[in-house]
C-alpha cells in the first residue's frame, strides 16, 4: 500500500470532521434563536428576550436572597460588565438590573434599531454578548 493510498481515508475523515465542526457550531447560533423566537418569526424582540432573561435569573438565584453575585453568573458578567450592570455598586444584580443589561445589550446588539434581532444580528460581537447573559 503506498503512502498516498493511507493518506485518503485520514484526510476524508478530517474533511467529514470539519463539516460537522462547521455544522455544529451554526446549529448552535441558530438553536439560540428558536430558543428566545416563541412566536416562530425568525427573529426575536425584546419581551421575548427578557422573558427567557427572567427565567434564567430565577435558575441563577440559588441563595433566594433576590439578587445574582458574581458566583450565580458564572462568567456571564466580567468584573467590568457587573460593575457597569450595577448602579447601586453592591457587588450584585437584582432582576430588574439583570434586565437592563439584557436591554442594553440587545439594543447594541440591534443596529438597524428595527426592535427585532435575526439571526446575523445575534452572530455580531454585540449579539454574541447578548446571548452570553441568555445562557
Known sequence: MTSMTKLRPSLAFSTFAA???SLSAAYGQGSSLKTIDTDNDGTID???TKKV???LFAK???DRDGTLDRHE?????NARGLSEADPDHDGTLTEAEY???VEQRFN???PDKD????AKELRSPAGKALLRLLK
Do not use: Q, Y
Open 53 to 55: 432573561a427572567s427565567a
Open 115 to 118: 426592535g427585532t434581532l435575526d
Open 19 to 21: 463539516i460537522v465542526l
Open 46 to 48: 425584546l419581551a421575548e
Open 99 to 101: 434586565l437592563a443589561a
Open 108 to 110: 447594541a446588539a440591534d
Open 60 to 62: 441563577l438565584e440559588h
Open 73 to 77: 453568573l458564572r462568567g456571564r458578567l
